[in-house]
């Protein structure tokens, strides 16, 4: 399975922050927002990863801030969306990249975070690879009426789907996180823009649930997901990275910590990353990681 990271939106509900940096590149807290997505990936066990990027200087950025990946012992690539024409493009614009494998499609300012998280997303891989289904995950919230809803039947089967409805049928959303078998490039494909003119994912999730193709998993209530769409998102998802960072004293979307603890990365590689920052607290942390006996 490769992954594909969309970060190329305007963040046109960040003006005038997102007016001179593209969206995913902004700071959460103490690491640019695109770290979260990308260690989703990462924890899914993915390490050939597409990063879709806006025109302009914009791609320069990205690939100054992740390179080719090889620090977190990954491989990322780069794609630029001229156009923006939904999320579900995104698989359009990577079909070439993908060829011909199954995918797991990140949006750029989605943040997850739980200590059994790795457990939901090897279940989503298992969905379709396993079970040739296609995967999205459940997440509730008080008021869904913003998002994607999921609907279900009284079994538990997922029987719905509507964008943004006026009377949500549940209170679970589809966060941006989607697991897709080999099929989705050529789905998408087949696919009308909306009236806003764009290429909807939950149209594509329609597809796969009248197939009988599409697994929902369920979210704790104790997990965290954030959207950091708004400048008030922006605040809170930075004040819950800084709290759970404080009480647990391990970090939230560091991908240098998955890839030691998956063996992507040697404790000497760790710990030069961390010496090139180590006037910063991440740089220590990274330090402190791959020589615990030294501190």
């Known amino acids: 399975m490769k992954g594909i990271i969309l970060a190329a939106g305007k963040g046109t509900r960040l003006y005038p922050m997102t007016y001179p940096v593209c969206k995913p590149l902004l700071p959460v807290y103490d690491k640019p927002m695109i770290y979260y997505p990308l260690c989703a990936l990462m924890q899914a066990g993915i390490r050939d990863i597409l990063i879709i990027t806006p025109p302009g200087d914009d791609r320069d ?6 390179h080719d990946g090889s620090q977190f012992g990954i491989k990322i690539s780069y ?54 289904k296609a995967a999205i995950l459940g997440y509730y919230v008080d008021d869904p009426r913003p998002f994607g809803v999921v609907e279900f039947d009284k079994t538990g089967k997922v029987i719905g789907l509507e964008e943004k409805p006026k009377m949500p049928k549940s209170n679970y ?20 823009p909306s009236a806003r003119g764009e290429l909807e994912i939950t149209d594509l999730n329609r597809l796969y649930m009248d197939e009988g193709n599409l697994n929902v998993i369920l979210l704790d209530r104790n997990f965290v997901w954030l959207d950091a769409g708004t400048a008030e998102n922006l605040l809170e998802a930075a004040e819950t990275v800084h709290a759970i960072q404080k009480g647990e004293r391990k970090y939230v979307g560091c991908p240098e910590q998955i890839a030691f603890y998956n063996d992507y990365i040697t404790s000497e590689q760790c710990y030069a990353i961390g010496e090139a920052m180590k006037n910063t607290g991440y740089g220590r942390y990274l330090l402190w990681l791959a020589k615990p006996e030294m501190f």
């Not at 060829?99 to 989503?124: K, M, R, V, W």
């Not at 959303?173 to 009308?192: H, N, Q, W």
């Open 61 to 66: 950025d990205f690939e100054q801030l992740l």
């Open 79 to 132: 794609e630029v969306q001229y156009v923006a024409r939904g999320i579900a493009d995104a698989l359009i614009l990577g079909e070439e990249f993908l060829g011909g494998d199954s995918c797991c499609l990140a949006l750029g300012d989605n943040i997850f975070y739980s200590p059994t998280f790795h457990l939901q997303l090897q279940e989503a891989v298992r969905s379709v690879e396993e079970q040739g």
């Open 173 to 192: 959303i589809v966060p941006g996180l989607y697991f897709y078998d080999s099929r989705c490039c050529e789905m998408a494909k087949t696919m009308s």
